[in-house]
């Protein structure tokens, strides 16, 4: 299968990279033909310009994003591994998704401006891996997992809807200690590997 892997983190010695690098591993190990993009090492530029945003409607304007939109149009799984900031996307995997999850990439429009129409339908599967500093009751009960709604519902749900969701949070993660970690490792290489 093909597995493409988004990494958004600015250090690569965080916790994300290394989470990142046992997805890596498992997916590999399985035989699966992994893409890589980090985007931060990549020098993803998140902000969508004036030209892709003015071709919105009217034949998107795909020029400077070619690579990124063939290796998600191709992917049978999506590995996203990422922080979570305020209590959502940070703002380089935000701007991924704003320019490459676009028009004729991700979705047709609807001829009246209706409901957008699925078009990832390659796409079986996303796993999400996720790091926070607070803990999950913050999460779960205060914010009521805000990140994994919109992945879900707004993302998932109009541009994939067959896609299954793997959603997996990592909390507190400023005081993990060496065991927590290892643990960690061990369930995002568990996970990763049943596809």
Known sequence: MKCLVVVAHP???????????????????NGHDVSVQDLYQDGFQPALTY??????????????????????QEADVLVLVFPTWWFGFPAILKGWFDRVWAPEVAFDHATD??????????????????????????????MRRPVRRVLKTAILGTCAPKCQLDFMSFYKTEKLSADAVATAIARVKAVVSTF
């Open 11 to 29: 250090v690569a010695t965080s916790f994300v990279s290394t989470l990142a690098a046992a997805a890596i591993e498992a997916a590999q190990l």
């Open 51 to 72: 030209i892709e945003r003015q071709s919105h409607y009217s034949g998107f304007n795909r020029s400077a994003l070619a690579n990124e939109i063939e290796k998600l």
């Open 113 to 142: 401006l209706g409901a957008i129409k699925p078009r990832l339908h390659k796409l079986k599967r996303t796993i999400a891996i996720t790091t926070l500093g607070s803990p999950w009751w913050v999460d779960w009960l205060i």
